[in-house]
Structures are given as structure tokens and as C-alpha cells.
């Protein structure tokens, strides 16, 4: 079983320059375009999303090159810019168009989970962060979301003061702009810093369901993560990790979430065994992070001995955070799908 190991062993030492790996196009969204995005003719927004994806993605081209011969004759860098926020539930291919938006766009670009803008921004500092970002044409934020005041005034400071430089910016979010922050924290003290953000976007809602609730439906039941090992075992082809996911969430807690992405690189998929229900609205939050940098890498995920519709417990599924839970579960669905295939592959 020399080819399991445990991400407990792992450096978890910060390091500011992982924030920079961050700021790029995740592994899972490399190589998305237009055409690969097929709307559900039942439901007409998503052909919508999918016009107005483009045209904005065209527009960016266009202010970039007329902004380049300005600069090289002496003039101004561009007008204050709009963005596009691409509203709708989890699965009906928000991430999608966003990153097909940055696909098309051209260079300087920068590509974010809002949570990873949020922690870059930590890691960095305010001038710092903005230096990184002022002079890019885009800037895609996936999931955008307010967890609580500081951030808000941070990062509504931090895009105002980038869009005032002409940079442009598309986000996906399962939250209309104005009821960010509602059930988190007490939004209607930063009813200016939130009509900000909003006043930068165009609103674009998808409507749909989740592809995943529909393609991987059959993998929501527990699975033996001992068994799971033992195929992996013998396959002698994958690298994995074991731990108990309650050591696992202790180790994730001593690492800043900048480093979980260096954390799981070496392997080819992260397996959590005794699976119980989380209680802890951090804990529950970290693993969210984590669920999100595993996807995103396409290194599957898989935690064993629950069945992944009670791994918050109902008081965190009832809170302001309750979408977060669920695009969490969404993902550990179609993971556990893909580490399925990734052992059958390497097993035939």
C-alpha cells in the first residue's frame, strides 16, 4: 500500500507566492469555450447567459486593443468599467461561461474563487492585491459571496478602486447582488459598500436544474472508503491519501487555505474515511475551501461512511451559508463519480 498516503504528513508552512497560483484558470475549467456550453432549450435564460457571455467576452477584445493604441499615443487608460454576474443555482453552468469568458480574453487576466480573491487579498495586503490586479483587462470571480463585514468593505474597496482603472470583471454567484450578506451578517450596515458591487455588474439570471443531482444521483449513498483504498491498493497506479476526516479538518484548520491547493498536488485524489455529520459552522465552512481546491484541481475528493445529505447537519443547512453546503455536496457528488471511473481506468 505504498501508494496511499496521508495529507497529514504534509508541509502546511504559508507561503505568500501560492496566492499568485490562485490567481490562475483552475485544471478542471482549462480548455472551455462557447461551444462546449449547450443550453437547456427548457429553459431560454441559459441561451441567454450564453449570448450576452459572448458579446461581453468580445467587448473586453475590443477595449483592450483600443485602450493599447491610446496608451502608446500618451492618452488615459480606460472608462470605469461594467462587469457581468451571472446569477443562478449550482449545476446549470455558471463556471462554465465564466470560464469561457476568460478563455477568450486577452492577456493580462486573472481567474478566482471569490474566497481565494478574499484570502489573496489577506495574504497579500491591500496595495499589494491591487497592484496584481489593476493592471489586467479581467478579472473572473467564481462564486462570489459576502461571508462577513471586513470582507466586504475589503473587496468592495479593492474592485471599485480596479474598475475606476478600467478593469473589467465577470462573477458567478448563486446570490443576486443585493442579498449578499443576507443571514451572515447585518448587510444593512453596508448597504453602500453592497449597491457598489451591484452598481458594477450586469445582473444575469440562469434558471435550471443541477446537473449533477440529475447525472450523479446514484452516488449519494455511503460508500466504504476501505474498500475504496484496497481497489486503489491494488491498482498500484494512483496516489492517494487516507485519513480520518475528523484528523483531516484538524489539519486543515493549522494550514492557511492559500496552501491547500500545494497541499494536495502530488496526489491523484484525497480520501476521508468515518464520515460524520459536521456540527461546527467553521469546520463546516474550512471543508467547503478544501471541497472547492479539490474540485477545481480535478483531484477527486471522496469521504466514506455517510451519506453526503447529512454531512452538515440540518442547523448549518438552515443558515446564511446553506448554498455554500449545498454546492459542496453538489461537487462531493461528482467526485465520488469521477474517483469511480479514475479506479476502473487504472484497474483495466
Not at 493580462?108 to 495574504?123: M, Q, R
Amino acid at each position: 500500500m505504498n501508494n496511499i498516503s496521508s495529507l497529514r504528513d504534509r508541509d502546511t508552512s504559508f507561503d505568500v507566492s501560492a496566492g499568485l497560483e490562485l490567481l490562475r484558470l483552475p485544471q478542471r475549467f482549462k480548455g472551455t469555450s462557447f461551444e462546449s456550453y449547450h443550453p437547456n432549450a427548457n429553459y431560454p435564460s441559459q441561451e441567454t447567459a450564453l449570448n450576452k457571455s459572448i458579446d461581453f467576452a468580445d467587448s473586453i477584445e475590443r477595449v483592450a486593443s483600443q485602450s493599447s493604441i491610446r496608451r502608446l499615443l500618451g492618452g488615459d487608460r480606460r472608462n470605469k468599467s461594467r462587469g457581468i454576474y451571472l446569477d443562478g443555482g449550482f449545476g446549470v453552468g455558471k463556471s462554465h461561461l465564466l470560464s469561457s469568458i476568460y478563455e477568450r480574453a486577452p492577456e493580462p487576466k486573472a481567474f478566482a474563487s471569490f474566497i481565494d480573491l478574499v484570502n489573496v487579498v489577506g495574504a497579500f495586503g491591500f496595495e499589494r492585491a491591487y497592484e496584481t490586479i489593476r493592471g489586467l483587462n479581467i478579472i473572473c470571480i467564481d462564486e462570489f459571496e459576502l461571508d462577513d463585514p471586513a470582507e466586504t468593505v475589503l473587496i468592495a474597496n479593492l474592485l471599485n478602486r480596479a474598475r475606476g482603472d478600467g478593469l473589467f470583471m465577470a462573477a458567478t454567484s448563486n446570490t443576486l447582488p443585493e442579498k449578499l450578506g443576507d443571514g451572515r451578517f447585518a448587510a444593512q450596515d453596508f448597504l453602500r459598500e453592497i449597491q457598489s458591487l451591484r452598481d458594477a455588474f450586469e445582473v444575469i439570471t440562469i434558471d435550471g436544474p443541477d446537473y449533477r443531482a440529475t447525472n450523479f444521483s446514484t452516488q449519494n449513498d455511503s460508500i466504504d472508503s476501505g474498500s475504496l483504498v484496497q481497489k486503489i491498493s491494488k491498482s498500484g497506479h494512483l496516489s492517494v491519501t487516507m485519513d480520518p476526516l475528523e484528523k483531516l479538518i484538524e489539519h486543515l484548520s493549522r494550514a492557511h487555505p492559500i496552501m491547500f491547493k500545494r497541499m494536495i498536488e502530488p496526489f491523484d485524489a484525497v480520501i476521508a474515511g468515518g464520515g460524520e455529520t459536521i456540527e461546527s459552522i467553521n469546520n463546516g465552512l474550512r471543508l467547503v475551501v478544501f471541497v472547492d481546491r479539490c474540485y477545481e484541481s480535478m483531484t477527486p475528493f471522496v469521504i466514506g461512511e455517510i451519506n453526503l445529505e447529512t454531512l452538515f447537519s440540518e442547523q448549518l443547512m438552515a443558515s446564511g451559508y446553506r448554498k455554500k453546503f449545498g454546492r459542496a455536496i453538489s461537487r462531493l457528488i461528482q467526485m465520488r463519480y469521477e474517483i469511480e471511473s479514475l479506479v476502473d481506468n487504472y484497474g483495466n
